[in-house]
C-alpha cells in the first residue's frame, strides 16, 4: 500500500516553550510589584524610622551638673535624653566656656525606648564639658548619639528609596511591558505576512 509523500507545512509549527511574551510580561509585572513594595515598605519605615534604646554613660536629675571629658574626634557622638514630656531647660559648657544648648530634634524625639533625645552636644571641641539642665523633675542621661544617627541614616536611605529608587524599577517595568507588547505585535503579524508570500507558489 502506498502512501502519498507528504509535503512539509508551510506554517511553522508552534514551539513547545512558553512565548518570550509571557516571560516579559512577567518580568514587568514582577518589576512593578518590587517598586511597590519598595515604596510602600521605604514610605512606612521613613514615617516610622527604628529607634533603638540609647547606650546611656551617665543618668543625673534636674539642677545636678555632670563633666564630660571629650578627647579628639567625637564630634556630634554625644546626646542628651530625658524620661517624659517636661523636658525642662538643658544647657552645656563646653571648654571654651560659651554657652550652648542641644540641637533640638523636632521630629523622630521621642520613642528610644523610655526616653525622648533632646538633641545632640555640639562636641567638636576637644576637652571638658559641663552639663546641666533645670526645671523638671524628669530623669536625663548622656548617652552616645548612635542610635540618633541611625535614624538620620534610615531617613536618608528610605528617601533615596522613595524618590529615586523606586520610580526607576517602575519606569523599567513599564519599559519592559511596552518592548513586550511591540514585540508581541510584530511576531502575530509576521505568520500572515509569510503566508501572503508563499501562497502564489502553492497554486
Not at 502506498?2 to 509585572?29: F, I, K, M, T
Amino acid at each position: 500500500m502506498n502512501h502519498p509523500p507528504q509535503h512539509p507545512s508551510p506554517y511553522p509549527v508552534p514551539s513547545a516553550r512558553r512565548p518570550s511574551h509571557e516571560r516579559g510580561y512577567r518580568w514587568s509585572g514582577a518589576l512593578a510589584l518590587a517598586a511597590v513594595l519598595l515604596f510602600g515598605l521605604s514610605l512606612l519605615l521613613n514615617s516610622n524610622p527604628i529607634k533603638l534604646s540609647p547606650a546611656i554613660t551617665e543618668e543625673f536629675t534636674s539642677d545636678d551638673m555632670i563633666e564630660l571629658e571629650v578627647a579628639e574626634g567625637e564630634a556630634d557622638a554625644w546626646a542628651l535624653f530625658t524620661s517624659g514630656e517636661d523636658k525642662g531647660t538643658c544647657m552645656y559648657y563646653p571648654p571654651s566656656g560659651d554657652l550652648s544648648i542641644p540641637r533640638t530634634w523636632y521630629l523622630n524625639a521621642d520613642g528610644y525606648g523610655e526616653w525622648d533625645t533632646l538633641g545632640n552636644l555640639d562636641t567638636s571641641e576637644p576637652g571638658l564639658y559641663r552639663i546641666t539642665c533645670a526645671d523638671s523633675t524628669n530623669d536625663f542621661a548622656l548617652a552616645s548619639a548612635g542610635t540618633l544617627h541611625a535614624v538620620k541614616a534610615q531617613l536618608v536611605v528610605t528617601g533615596v528609596i522613595v524618590f529615586f529608587v523606586a520610580p526607576s524599577v517602575l519606569l523599567a517595568a513599564i519599559l519592559v511591558g511596552v518592548v513586550t507588547a511591540l514585540r508581541r505585535r510584530s511576531a502575530r503579524t509576521r505568520p500572515s505576512s509569510q503566508a501572503a508570500q508563499q501562497s502564489p507558489h502553492q497554486i
